[in-house]
């Protein structure tokens, strides 16, 4: 038996002299111990020598066990390398990133599809300088149009756009929502591709540029009087040679947009021929003519015929535009007239791409019956390109001469373009 004085001791304090006493004495030292030590020792070592083997060899769950560890411990792996790849994709996410853009899915089948429009906040002062302006000055919206567009894998492209302002110089009490361009194209070859739906008449070269690149801030008045504008119907239209000569033919109801009817029995026939005669890179000049016949009821009943040229010299910077536009009014009744206009307009680019300056001289008689009934005007504008046309800001300044006026009627437009 060993005293309770025994445990009372630090087990690493061994070099110190033990206490007096049988019960304390180092069982080590008692020969009993002695004897004992060496034998039990030997009997520890063989036991675990000789059955260590065996149970390592009859233990196939450790094997497995060390194989799923190691194939897990492989898996970490792939997971860590690919979650490194993933990380150094992803964009960004300091204070200064910005934020992700946001993607707006198609529902249907098409390849692409896209949603924009531009708008237009005009202000005007000054006197009426022909019959599309008001006498009083104002801020209005002068289009607001929002789209959208997309393509068929099977070289089919669609247009669906909607004008919410004004859509036109007159004073309206308020906007209403307007569908301008509605319309399918079967792109089957660059030499013919077939247009069914509202869309551009091809008659007239100004009106036939897009509203948000024409250079002054307004068609000249024979432009919007004696042009087609949109209408309803067919139209097949290509380009031949690199583009350099190309031509379009349409078959309409020879009405206004929107028109759900058609006046008579008869169709409206439209078509242009346009091309490249010289392009040295330094110097172009593209020509152009259009023509179109129609039967008309209502206001005036009768056949109308119109024919156009038009003309366009680009140089360093510089362009020159002139056209002549002419519309015959045969009578079913009454006496036929005749309605021509022609303006002719240059433009410079002051600042390459930022400031150009621009300068028009037209005339519009729309009757060569009546007196007193013609309209000359000078237009002088600068365009500043802020970001393209996408941002754009115009200011023209109109002397005009309409019928019945004492003297000149100038008025001062200006225009925001905004593009999305």
């Known amino acids: 038996m060993f005293s309770a004085d025994c445990f009372q001791k630090p087990v690493f304090e061994r070099t110190k002299t033990p206490p007096a006493g049988p019960e304390c004495a180092d069982p080590a030292t008692t ?12 009997l520890l070592v063989s036991a675990i020598s000789v059955l260590a083997p065996i149970a390592l060899a009859e233990s196939p769950e450790l094997d497995a066990l060390a194989e799923r ?11 860590r390398k690919e979650n490194q790849v993933l990380r150094q994709q992803l964009p960004a996410t300091d204070a200064k990133s910005k934020p992700p853009a946001v993607n707006v899915v198609p529902q249907g089948k098409e390849t692409k599809f896209a949603l924009g429009g531009y708008f237009h906040i005009n202000a005007e002062m000054g006197e009426p300088a022909d019959s599309r302006f008001p006498e009083n000055d104002r801020f209005f919206l002068r289009k607001v149009r929002l789209g959208v567009k997309g393509s068929f894998k099977e070289n089919v492209d669609f247009m669906l756009q909607a004008d919410v302002g004004n859509n036109s110089l007159a004073s309206n009490a308020s906007y209403r929502v307007q569908a301008t361009d509605v319309y399918v194209t079967w792109k089957a070859n660059p030499a013919a591709n077939l247009t069914v739906g509202q869309f551009k008449t091809p008659y007239g070269y100004e009106q036939l ?4 690149k024409t250079i002054s ?14 209408q309803t119907g067919a139209m097949v239209a290509g380009d031949f040679f690199d583009k350099k000569l190309s031509y379009a033919a349409a078959i309409t109801n020879g009405l206004a947009a929107n028109n759900a009817y058609n006046d008579n029995e008869q169709f409206a026939y439209i078509g242009r021929v346009s091309g490249v005669v010289f392009d040295n890179k330094e110097v172009k000049v593209s020509v152009g003519a259009n023509a179109f016949t129609t039967r008309d009821t209502g206001s005036f009943t009768g056949r109308r015929r119109g024919e156009g040229i038009d003309a366009q010299v680009s140089f360093a910077g510089a362009e020159l535009d002139a056209e002549l536009l002419q519309t015959q009014f045969n009578r079913d009744t009454g006496a ?12 410079y680019f002051l600042v390459p791409n930022r400031w150009q300056a621009l300068a028009r001289y037209e005339t519009y008689d729309p009757s060569d019956i009546a007196n007193n009934d013609r309209t000359d005007m000078v ?21 005009g001469d309409p019928p019945n006026s004492k003297s000149n009627q100038e008025r001062l437009l200006a225009r925001l373009q905004v593009i999305f």
């Open 69 to 79: 560890v190691k194939a897990l411990e492989n898996q970490v792996e792939s997971l």
């Open 31 to 42: 020969p009993a111990m002695n004897r004992a030590l060496p034998v039990r020792g030997f």
């Open 379 to 399: 237009v002088l504008g600068v365009n500043y390109f802020i970001k393209g046309d996408d941002l754009k800001l115009s200011l023209n300044y109109l002397i």
């Open 336 to 347: 036929d007239y005749d309605a021509r206009g022609w303006s002719v307009m240059g433009s």
């Open 217 to 230: 801030i307004e068609r000249s008045l024979a432009s919007d009087s004696l042009t087609m504008g949109r």
């Open 209 to 212: 540029i897009s509203e948000t």
